[in-house]
Each structure stands twice: as C-alpha cells, then as structure tokens.
C-alpha cells in the first residue's frame, strides 16, 4: 500500500508540474522522505528506487541513501536500478561518480551507466576513462548510449573524438 501510494505522487507530480506548478515543492517535500524509508525496506527496496524517477533533481536528499546501498550492496541488478535512478536526479548525484565508475566492467550496470554519465554533468579523467571504456563495449547499445553521453555532455577529448571517429567507421 506504501508503495502504491509514493508511485501514486509520482504521478500526482507529473501532472502538478504541467497543470500546478506551485504544488510541486509541496509534493516533493512529502513524498520523497517517505520513499527514502521505503529503501531500506528490501521487500520494497527495487519499487522504491524506482519510484524516485519521476521527482528527477526534486529527489536529490535520497542521494545518500541511494550512494550507501549503491556501496553496499551485492545485487547487480539493484546497482544498475540505482546507477538508473541517479541520472534522473542528475548533477546532484555526482558526488556518488566515484562509486559508479568501477562498474563499466560489470556487464548487467554497463547501459545504465553510459547513460547516466551524460547526465551528471561531470567531464573529468574518470568520466573520459569510463566512457572510453563504455564506448568499447560489446553491446551496440551501450555503445549508442555511450556516445549520446558524449555528446550531451560536450565532452572534448581527442581520446573519446578518435574512439567516436572509429565506431563511426565501423
């Protein structure tokens, strides 16, 4: 029933933003604290995270929580949740990149994390590194995503141009 109820004001919160502005505050200012306590519940752990997406950058007080369980926990399927979730919240979120950045090699986290990489906003070594790495992926996907982060980002790096150039040839 919690969790209905947080995903019902992230719905609620999609249409004060259109209709409603002044209410979205209000909203954000009761519903994400009590997402925030659903996340320590591992029954409503996934649903909680989740349910962040809609409050994008309003849900930036759930970074430390979302940064502890990124840190601790062994599900990667979670990690790739949470990695997700923190590029709605965008730039707010960028203290938690150094814990994101190992995860480039870990194949279940890899998409969401060249996604996310673009939307932090952070050019820095560790950013070029990982997207460097992301844009060799494997996956055609991951790759796509990778270089869209480039691009949102505008990113420039004779690396990550050259890395782009190649896929580009391929």
């Known amino acids: 029933v919690r969790m209905d109820a947080a995903q ?61 369980l990124l840190k601790e926990s062994k599900e990667m399927q979670l990690k790739a949740n949470i990695v997700f979730v923190l590029g709605y919240i965008g730039a707010a979120a960028a203290p938690v990149l150094p814990d994101m950045l190992p995860l480039t090699q ?16 952070v050019k820095n070594d560790g950013v070029e590194s990982a997207l460097l790495d992301l844009l060799g992926a494997l996956e055609p996907g991951v790759r796509a995503m990778a270089a ?23």
């Not at 969401?112 to 906003?121: D, H, K, R």
């Open 8 to 68: 019902a004001m992230g719905n609620m919160l999609s249409e004060a933003r259109r209709s409603h502005p002044d209410m979205v505050a209000t909203l954000c200012g009761v519903a994400v604290p009590r997402i925030i306590k659903l996340i320590d519940d591992p029954s409503n752990r996934s649903n909680a995270i989740s349910a962040l997406i809609p409050f994008g950058a309003d849900a930036a007080e759930a970074v430390p929580a979302l940064h502890k």
């Open 106 to 121: 870990v194949k279940e986290v890899r998409w969401q994390l060249a996604i996310t990489l673009g939307s932090l906003g």
């Open 148 to 170: 869209r982060s480039v691009g949102r980002l505008m990113f420039k790096s004779d690396k990550l141009v050259a890395r782009l150039q190649l896929l580009k040839s391929k």
